[in-house]
């Protein structure tokens, strides 16, 4: 290794300890001005080079008053996993082989990194041992893989070459989606050619589950190819579409059926809670994200689909300097859109080596039982209403005095420091809302991020 790289590790390392060691005590959210982050990172383009461990040093001094504590165990907002001891460590390695894991022969141990985690995911996940496995940026990315495998294996059911021709001119595809359906779904379908305005919407129950006879209605009124997106968890309740009801009306319509479980999906490597799941293998395809409950640093998301020739029509490319192996091992750029990619498998491989399908689902267990504490401990306060079924991780808060001083709750709650957590909207009022996804909550942490909303409600 040169010096100057091994300097700047170092200098890495000193801080990173420093940050582990201190993350739970800093404010969750930091006191800091983008006024002065700027004046701290900014100025001209530098011009002359700069030595490589003075710019890791002078970078985190001046990003660290910016950094939130989002991988420690009191950050509630959005649906936000921490990142396991043996992911970042993993996650650095990857980072120093700097593997392009695009073909075998850019990295065979990427490729069969891939392929190995590949099969325990399907395991852990109690999906079809077929199917392929693709490993992506995030959900939205794996959302929009999938959608790609369903626009080409429907449209070639039709009598139409997708790849070849286009969307113009080709049979209608039309897109039937829950009510509560994720916009990273209706993303992945813009970018697809499917514009929101020619999705139809199946209505949703007051928790967000989409009801299987308006799906069965909506199906009924249209002709033609048709692709079904459900969900395992909404954003908000955490909620479960009935994925087998959902299947068996899928199938009658002759329709794919995708399932967005960037989180939910999890449930399934859960005993306790995998009848959520109930169904989940009878779909076509399913995405998932690897940065979320399953506490892989960012970014990393999982696409499956049953159908592996469709997924690999719809993403593989070939072209003469693009070198395959003789031997035809699974090809990582095959499975995703994008050619020259991070070899992400290494973290999520170690993931799963490090916590094995028992730890995975303790830590799924564990998170919901703590979602379960929290709305406990904020039920028994005078006023204070939890408005979900608390099925998942997921926990929606309502103040007493309405919007505006819910709104004010929320930057309080921030500001304290204590915890960090997001609003929403949920059946037309502005809400708290709570996500337990991170391995190092605890039950005082729970207990701390609960006194702080009460400490809010009364001042
Ligand atoms: C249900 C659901 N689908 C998709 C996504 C998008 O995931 P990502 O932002 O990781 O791409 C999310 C993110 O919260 C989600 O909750």
New binding site residues.
Partial sequence: MSDATEDALTEAIRAARTFLRERSKRPVFPDVTIESLRAALGGPLPVDPAEPARVVTDLIHAADPGIVATTGPRYFG??TGGALPATVAAEWMTTIWDQPATLYVLSPAASVVEEVTAAWLLELLGLPRHASVGFV?????A?FTALAAARHEMLRRAGWDVEADGLNGSPTLRVVVGGEV?V??LGALRMLGIGSRQVVSAEADAQGRMLPDALDAALGAVSGPAIVCA?A???NTGAFDPLEDIAVVARRHGAWLHI?G???LWAAASPALRHHTRGVELADSW?T?A??WLNVPYDS?VVFVAHPAAHRAAMSLTAAYLVRSADEPREPMDWTPESSRRARGFAVYAAVRSLGSRGIADLVDRCCRLARRFADRLRAEPGIEILNDVVLNQVLVRLPGGDDVNRAAVTAIQQDGTCWLGGTTWDGEFVLRLSFSNWTTTDDDVDRAAQSIVRAVSS
């Fill in positions: 959005f649906v940026t995030g959900c939205h990315t959302n994720h990273s779904v969900q968890g909404n954003v967005d960037a989180f939910g995405a994200d940065h979320k998301g």
